[in-house]
Each structure stands twice: as C-alpha cells, then as structure tokens.
C-alpha cells in the first residue's frame, strides 16, 4: 500500500503540471497573435508611424488602446467560446455552429464597441462622428473575424477530432453505469420500449435512454435514425441497396447480426438525408 499512493500522487501532479503548462502556452501563444496585430495595424494606420518615413513616430497611445480593445474582444470571444464549447461543440462541429458561434461573437464585440467608442470620445472631448465610428466599427470586426480565427482554429480542430473519434457517451443500465466510446457503437434500437446499444463486436447492452433523448445527445455527423426503431453508425453500414418504392436496405458489418435489426429499410422520405450523410 505504501508504495503504490505516492505513484498515483505523482503522476496526478505530473498531469496536472502538464495541463497548467499546456494552457499557459495557449494563452501566452495568443498574447503573442494580439501584439502582433496592434504592432502591425498601428503602424500602418497614419503615415507618421509608417516604417520608415521622416516623421516616424512609435505610435504609443494608437498601441496602447489597440491592446486594450483586443483584450475586450479576447474576453468577449473566450467567453462565448466556452458556451458555444459547453452547449454545443462538445457534441459535433459543424458549418452551421462555426457561423453561429462567429456571428454571435461579432454581435457582441458590436454591443460593446459603439457605446464603449461613445464614452471614450465624451471623455476625452471630442465629438462623436457616427461616420468614422462606423468606419472604425467595420474594421475592428474584420481584424476580429481574422483574430479569432487565428485564436481557435486549432482549438476548433481538436473538438472535431474528439467529436468524430475519441467522444464517448455513458450508458446507465439499471445499477451499471458503461462508457462506450462512438467508435465501438454499431447501432442503437428499441425493442419492447427498450433501447439497446450494439457494440461492433457485436456485444449488446441495454440502456435507459430513448431513442429520442440519443438522438439529441449523439454526433448526427457519425450516426443517423434510420426509422423509428434504430439509429445506426456510419462505420457499421456494409451495403447499401434500393429496393421498391424509393426506399433502401441497409445492411450492417457481420459482426453485428442481431435478428431484430436484420432488416433496416429507408423510407423514400428519409432517402436523400440518408445518402447525403452516408456519403
């Protein structure tokens, strides 16, 4: 027993350690993006602080109040990051989220520009000028479009690669309580007002779900309800084959033969949503 505890206590720091290093450098990497940006759209703002010129001047105040935007927008940008991550992202990525996410973050970063530019102007004495505010409003969103792409783009990639491949889902059956990760799920279906989830080596499990509550919990990228009784995983389809009236026939990796979803039909309905997913 000796032993043992003070190797589970140093690899927990070990981890633990790694992870603090790891979001460090993360946050340090976009310190480094955002001085990079006000360095550089500063200096190429007013013909004075141009490189180079005659009257070069080291623009210290345009830098200084660029730095502190950023920092807004770096907060307006995390923040709604982790929701769109915690109620979305977590589950699937996809096109329609990415635009949501960026759409919603720019409106923010709106919300917070106007008013914010309004008080800095009545501070310092000057008028407000809805021409220049604009101006100004417009090209505080496209470095901030082009930003915060720089920003996630790799934290985006990640979550897709974890939503496609290392996601799993916890499955309580009765008192036991089962990890499955999306990759070792064939399919799940009902039978008895009962859902079951099938492994791919054709292992089953009962479950306490409903089909409608996986549905809304699963990626829709990996998996796809069939009908009402099954929603099947992509990896799992074997064949694929049209049969009468617009529908079609899946049928599933031999692995997976199981009596109940031995017939899984497609109604011409669900026909091209289907194809579109599968392929």
Known sequence: MSTTQPTKNKVKTRWHTTFISSSAWRWFQKAIVLTIFSLVVNHLSTRESFPGGESYRFPIEGFLSSIVLFILIGIIAHLNFKFYKKKHFSRKVEIVTLV??????????TIMYIPLNIIVNLIAGGQTEFYYITIGLVITLLVSFILIS??????????YKVSIKDAEITIESGAKITKLTYE????????NKIVYAV????TTINTDFTLNALEEKINDQLFFRANRQVIIHKDAVEQVEKIENGKLHIRLKASIENDTIAEINISRYKRKAFMNWFQ
């Not at 492994?199 to 054709?202: I, L, M, V």
């Open 100 to 109: 949501r996410f960026m759409a919603s973050t720019l409106g923010y970063i």
């Open 199 to 202: 492994q791919t080596d054709g």
């Open 150 to 159: 720089l920003l996630y783009a790799q934290d985006l990639y990640n979550l």
């Open 184 to 191: 070792n799920i064939a399919c799940f279906y009902s039978e």
